[in-house]
């Protein structure tokens, strides 16, 4: 295996002193490989940006180490570390022409000046702006300022690019546009990109592997996938997508356990071993995973009765904002292909099928 | 009915009768004021028209009415000039640093040393350019601390030279050195400097590179903000020059004073503001704004 690119070790980080301390950090420790893009989701305030600027530099640590490939960065300044940074502001100069931003890095490692200009050339060209080495920042659009963001940061090689919400500022057609973008850049430099985000549909769409944090602890790190499937904290699967939470007992331990839920119906629980009798559990289910059949349908056995609420037509799908026996909000949501939309009242009574392949067992 | 464009003057009627009645009146008559003949015993003679005070800026006349050139009025020009220049450089050199640590302080602590640069401004000119009579006279305060720290044993005689000037003229109009390159500063984005350090600036790097040229017109502002009245100054080369090192201020002062010489002193009043003008528009050219946005 080879070393990983940045790896963190216990880190923590205390703003402020006393009872008024924050605890940003507490404790982290993750291991980023190389060529990856990793992405750092959670709500605001989670820490995640605490970590990318420890990683860059910007802060110290107030306990614990970081290492780039394999060597400790604690308590270097960010102009000696090999990192470059994608501020969310994009924090271009303004005094300073497009080509002269690019430039920067390169300059400050005293590049010679052909092959700065050279590299600019081949910098605007990665990011689809030539021709613009010439305009000043304020001549550009968000877009544009953008990517000269990005070629600045990528134009002296940094072995790591951190990105902190680059694409918050962007309106959703041309952040849809530079997340393609964003990953074509990376796939391209094969540099190891670490990208902080608070949208879950963006880490979704251009990571390799997310860490999900909250209140400075990394709760789950995995492929989107992984993530988006078997989501292992109720956290989790609430922050990334919409999900059913469904509370309940284990009913019948084992290897074919059986989980008595609260709204009196019993479901199975396929493989869920290690789990003993009487045991309070919490199932998500994701609302696409559920399939819901009218009352006294032809397989309207074994499911969860349900009264129906609000149906949502949303062009590709439909909603179904259902009530459980005991109250709990239930949702369901299935494509509108031909003929499958269902016409049902408010109030109409329903069944809704869950396989136990599309129950999550949650640890909390 | 007043009809649409008569509104819009009435409208701007306050403004126009401020400036006329503030600015170009006053500056009117100081203007015709040099262009006549002066009265015997101070004044002017209203209807005798001349341009003798302006004449009289660089020549004099001998006894045959020959003009021979005069350069006093010149070097004590020149002298100001030198001496203003001075003062700019050295309230740059302590204003700078000062307004870079205050923007680089947390928020709530930016206005208490705003205030603190400000507090001098509550207290007299004159009350300050004695103080600084009682620091730099022999045997005041600084002599005594030279004296005490071993670096000198002789009285200084620091009082009455262009230095004693040049060290008032600085503390006095340091707040209007500092105060604008706050400004320029305080409003620059921190991320900018962070950029920097990111991209392998050091910080002499990320100074000249990065804070300095995005101060440069804080800098230029508060040049002029310090040459410009440092320029026309009256109280503390009065005090502390001790009439050896006169400057322009007291130059005019003299002649509507003890020389009962009005138009002379309104001539050498336009020849400043005309050179005053000149710097401005240089400035002005040199830093205009560029244009914002697409």
Redesign the interface.
Known sequence: MTTPAIEARGLSKTFGAGSEAVHALDDVSLTIRQNEFFTLLGPSGCGKTTLLRLI???EQPSKGDVFLEGQQLTGL???KRP???V?Q?Y?????LSVGQNIA??LE??GRPKEEREARVEQMLDLVKLDGYANR?P??L?GGQQQRVALA??LA?QPKVLLLDEPLSALDLKLRKEMQIELKRLQTETGITFVFVTHDQEEALTMSDRIAVMENGHILQIGSPTEIYEHPQRRFVADFIGETNFLEGRIETAGHSAVARLACGSSLALNGQAGSTDGEAVTLAVRPERAIIVPAGGASSEGGLPAKVGAVVYMGTDTTYHLTLADGTPFVVRSQNSEGARLDLANGADVTVQIAPAALQRLAD | MVSASGKRILQITPAVAIIGFFMVAPLGLMAYVSLLEKGLNGGVKWDQHTVEAYVNFIFERDFDDNLILNTDYLQIFARSFGLSLLTAVLALAIGFPTALYMAMQPEGRRNLLIFLVTIPFWTNLLVRNYAWILLLRNGGLVENLLHWLGLSDQPLGLLYTPVAVSIGLTYSYLPFMVLPIYASLEKM?S??I?????????RK?ALT??IL??ATPGIAAGCILVFVPALGAYVTPELLGGGKSMMIGNLIQGQFGAARNWPFGAALAFALLAIVLLAMTIYLMRFRR?P???
Request: net charge neutral; glycine share 10%; charged share 20%.
């Open positions: 860059g530099g910007f300044p960010p102009f990192i470059n940074t501020f502001s924090a271009l100069f303004p005094h920067f890095g400050m490692l000043k304020a001549q659009s600045r940061a002296s | 984005d991320r900018l962070e950029a920097a350090f990111d991209l392998g600036a050091d790097r590179r990065i040229p995005l560029p914002e946005g697409h």
